[in-house]
């Protein structure tokens, strides 16, 4: 079975910002260990039925644009930092991407017209800064059932431009029936699997609550002869985090540290040590550290939280 590369990727999913970013923003990727990020250009669509993608424009922030990208990963790389460039899809108003469906065959043609122009400009820029993974798509479940050989064509074309390893960024609840993975160098799963229903789940409820999905994820792997990736990883600061760990909602104000830390540290024991398991990028880290996360910030940030010490102490040991 093809194993993972011996050093884990130890990564941080990078959000774009409005602005530049220089040395401030990146030592804190670097003191946390961290050794790889994942730069995050953006394109859009107005809604679940519309084929057009906007991106790489003006009226975007300038990390979700190509030079954007490009600037972020220069800083990146002054500190050693590997990079995978991961562009992704924001429905209008935060639909879910993994229901992008289009309601006629001309429409569906668009958006492949559409998403090819739009992931092959980061390709293009992955091999321009000569990132080492590119990830082509990020939970597009329907899409990706809907297009099988639109899909299989497209990873064909990017090979033409990319020659660094690839990958997908499958949901965690999809990743089992995405049909590509043999022609991709890694099994990519944004990794929010319910682990736990308690309210602060201790880091033996959520490895019990692993065993399960880890045996479905090994076989997968097992399958197609890949290592796992985690695309990204991570669980709020609140009371419940591992229960449906996917949940954004501004809705849940509670504030719990210690579930967070329980859960982060849980996968980490259950998944760093495993030789068909490449690593993960932890969701989400921001480029001002020192004005994000801490004690009133219950967001998925591991930023000035404790978990943040927890991923410290995994990655510099790694």
């Given at each position: 079975m093809?194993?993972?590369?011996?050093?884990?990727?130890?990564?941080?999913?990078?959000?774009?910002?409005?602005?530049a970013i220089e040395d401030r923003h990146t030592n804190p990727v670097v003191n946390v260990g961290a050794n790889y990020a994942a730069i995050m250009p953006f394109g859009f669509l107005k809604?679940?039925?519309?084929?057009?993608?906007?991106?790489?424009?003006?009226?975007?922030?300038?990390?979700?644009?190509?030079?954007?990208?490009?600037?972020?990963?220069e800083e990146l790389r002054k500190k050693n930092i590997k990079i995978m460039v991961k562009p992704q899809i924001w429905v209008w108003n935060g639909e879910f991407t993994g229901l992008i469906t289009?309601?006629?065959?001309?429409?569906?043609?668009?958006?492949?017209?559409?998403?090819?122009?739009f992931i092959m400009e980061y390709a293009e820029l992955a091999q321009e800064t000569k990132a080492e993974i590119l990830c082509i798509g990020t939970e597009l479940e329907n899409f990706v059932k809907a297009r099988p050989d639109y899909w299989h064509d497209l990873i064909t074309k990017i090979k033409t431009i990319y020659k660094g390893k690839l990958t997908y960024a499958a949901n965690w609840d999809e990743f089992k029936r995405t049909p590509f993975w043999g022609a991709l160098d890694f099994i990519g799963v944004d990794a929010y699997f319910p682990v736990s229903n308690n309210q602060t789940p201790s880091?033996?409820?959520?490895?019990?609550?692993?065993?399960?999905?880890?045996?479905?994820?090994?076989?997968?792997?097992?399958?197609?002869?890949?290592?796992?990736?985690?695309t990204e990883y991570g669980y709020r600061s609140v009371d419940f985090t591992g229960k449906e760990p996917w949940v954004s909602s501004r809705s849940m104000t509670s504030l719990n540290f210690d579930g967070q830390s329980n859960a982060t540290q849980a996968l980490f024991e259950?998944?760093?040590?495993?030789?068909?398991?490449?690593?993960?990028?932890?969701?989400?880290?921001?480029?001002?550290?020192?004005?994000?996360?801490?004690?009133?910030?219950?967001?998925?940030?591991?930023?000035n939280k404790p978990v943040e010490f927890v991923i410290q102490s995994f990655y510099k040991s790694k």
């Open positions: 093809s194993k993972a590369p011996s050093e884990k990727i130890n990564g941080v999913s990078f959000v774009a910002a409005r602005e809604n679940l039925d519309h084929p057009e993608i906007i991106h790489n424009t003006d009226r975007q922030w300038f990390g979700e644009t190509r030079s954007g990208g490009k600037q972020y990963i289009m309601t006629n065959e001309e429409n569906w043609k668009d958006l492949e017209n559409s998403y090819t122009s880091v033996a409820d959520c490895k019990a609550g692993w065993q399960a999905h880890k045996t479905v994820i090994k076989s997968v792997s097992e399958k197609y002869d890949r290592p796992v990736l985690f259950e998944f760093w040590n495993e030789d068909w398991f490449a690593g993960g990028f932890i969701w989400k880290w921001f480029h001002a550290h020192d004005k994000v996360g801490g004690d009133k910030d219950n967001q998925f940030t591991p930023q």
